[in-house]
């Protein structure tokens, strides 16, 4: 449930190096589809992804790249409950996250929703993923996107064929791809995979996303990296 927590604080760490990670990352992003609701929250009548859902549409694109998930619960002097996240490349390279939380109730019972719902949370944040936002319907109007044809088999996406949520999953999907990237080598990475979706993208869109490069790549340059 989305009412077991009063405060949430996050911390993200990076290995020194971070060039593989953002290579195979980008290439892992490609093949995310959109995680479906599968459970009701009762009290609330709203509908959410559970954390099985969650890995089943996330740990297959990070595996089949050489990434690992890997999530650790504990807890802090402060009494909160925390879950730490860590993506581990084959290189070596990795990302970690933390987040600590305050269950509302410290009893065994809400101690572990409140580490389920930061398992759940963390992995769709790190993995730049989003759960359908549809009321229900999409099951009989989308087919199941967790499985993507090869890249090389998918021509750039003809912008008349697409839905107004394809067009905003794509841009989000770009949009995560530089914000995960920390340096020119890994601009240009991403770059070189996704210019032809960019290209696709109707012109607002790709503006705002050429804009956001060119500040990180600006940032990266500054920063010697």
């Known amino acids: 449930m989305d009412t077991i927590i009063n405060n949430v604080v996050q911390t ?10 953002a290579k195979s990352f ?20 709203s509908k959410y992804a559970d954390l099985s859902n969650v890995l089943d549409a996330v740990l297959p694109p990070l595996n089949d790249n050489g990434f690992s998930l890997i999530q650790s619960p ?3 002097d402060q009494g909160r409950v925390t879950v730490t996240t860590l993506v581990l490349h084959t290189s070596g390279e990795w990302m970690e996250s933390t987040l600590a939380m305050k269950p509302v109730k410290a009893d065994p019972q809400g101690i572990g ?11 769709l944040a790190i993995a730049g993923a989003a759960p359908d936002d549809d009321d ?30 394809e067009v905003k999953d794509l841009f989000n999907k770009l949009k995560n791809g530089i914000m995960a990237c ?25 503006d705002s ?3 956001e490069y060119s500040r990180k790549r600006d940032e990266a340059r500054s920063a010697g990296r």
């Open 12 to 21: 993200v760490r990076w290995s020194e190096t971070r060039t593989e990670f």
């Open 26 to 45: 980008v290439k892992a992003q490609q093949s995310l589809g959109i995680v479906a609701k599968n459970q009701t929250n009762p009290h609330f009548r």
């Open 74 to 76: 504990a807890a802090d």
């Open 113 to 123: 929703s409140c580490i389920t719902y930061g398992r759940r949370y963390a992995a």
């Open 136 to 165: 229900g319907n999409a099951a009989s109007k989308r087919p199941d996107q967790r499985k993507a044809p090869p890249r090389a088999e998918v021509g750039a996406l003809d912008q008349g064929d697409r839905s107004n949520r």
């Open 182 to 206: 920390n340096s020119v080598a890994e601009l240009e990475a991403w770059k070189d995979a996704w210019s032809d979706d960019l290209q696709s993208m109707p012109a607002d869109y790709a």
């Open 209 to 211: 996303l050429r804009g």
